[in-house]
């Protein structure tokens, strides 16, 4: 991965000798595999023992978790926040297991579309739910560096799951807590 970093740089125009890029290849190569882990990461593994019985039936919101991800399209970052919600059905799973999947799904090359959806159906799969919701609010910078340049365009990904797709109570309580 590195001599093809030090290809990319070289062709466009610059001179890999030069002092400040005599080591970017490498740090591009290990950023690269930093920001790419997810391919790795296996949600069942992240889990880690971190589900409880619980009489609880009441939503579970975790909301504004940092996300980090590559446009599959142009390789540039997308960031912002998700909001998981979810409806118990005897198991709640430990609260910081959401940032985790979060980061196994967003640090993969990705369109924000399928990362909400990825992210819902992992939660959905791994606890049992009786529904869940993710919604996820972010910035891209092939919108704001390139192509159209709108700085301020913010786009929002929902997918819904179980009761939230068919309860528009649950599904407006979702959004309530979240913009709270």
Same mark, same amino acid.
């Given at each position: 991965?590195?001599? +093809?970093?030090k290809?990319?740089?070289? *062709?466009?125009?610059?001179d890999?000798g030069?002092?400040?890029?005599?080591?970017?290849?490498?740090?591009a190569?290990?950023?690269l595999k930093f $920001?790419?882990?997810?391919?790795?990461m296996?949600?069942?593994?992240l889990? +880690?023992?971190?589900?409880f019985?619980c !009489?609880?039936?009441?939503?579970v =919101?975790?909301? *504004?978790?940092?996300?980090?991800?590559?446009?599959? /399209? /142009?390789?540039?970052p997308?960031f912002?926040?998700? /909001?998981i919600?979810?409806?118990?059905?005897?198991?709640?799973?430990? $609260? *910081?297991?959401?940032?985790?999947f979060? !980061?196994?799904?967003?640090? &993969? $090359?990705?369109v924000?579309?399928?990362?909400?959806?990825?992210i819902a159906?992992?939660?959905?799969?791994?606890t049992?739910?009786?529904g =869940?919701? =993710?919604?996820?609010?972010?910035? /891209?910078l092939?919108?704001?560096m390139?192509?159209?340049?709108?700085?301020?365009?913010?786009t929002?990904t929902?997918?819904? &799951?179980?009761d939230?797709?068919?309860?528009m109570n649950? &599904? *407006?309580?979702?959004?309530?807590? =979240?913009?709270?």
């Amino acid at each position: 991965m590195e001599n +093809n970093y030090k290809n990319i740089i070289e *062709s466009i125009g610059e001179d890999i000798g030069r002092e400040g890029l005599k080591n970017t290849p490498k740090r591009a190569s290990e950023a690269l595999k930093f $920001l790419t882990e997810g391919y790795g990461m296996k949600p069942e593994k992240l889990m +880690n023992d971190a589900l409880f019985d619980c !009489d609880n039936e009441g939503i579970v =919101v975790v909301k *504004s978790i940092e996300l980090y991800s590559l446009c599959e /399209h /142009h390789l540039l970052p997308f960031f912002g926040t998700c /909001h998981i919600g979810y409806l118990p059905n005897k198991k709640v799973i430990g $609260l *910081s297991k959401m940032g985790r999947f979060v !980061d196994a799904f967003a640090r &993969r $090359l990705q369109v924000q579309e399928r990362l909400t959806g990825e992210i819902a159906e992992c939660i959905e799969r791994v606890t049992g739910a009786k529904g =869940v919701a =993710v919604m996820i609010e972010a910035q /891209h910078l092939c919108m704001m560096m390139r192509g159209v340049q709108k700085q301020n365009a913010e786009t929002i990904t929902m997918s819904m &799951r179980g009761d939230f797709e068919y309860d528009m109570n649950m &599904r *407006s309580e979702f959004e309530r807590l =979240v913009k709270k």
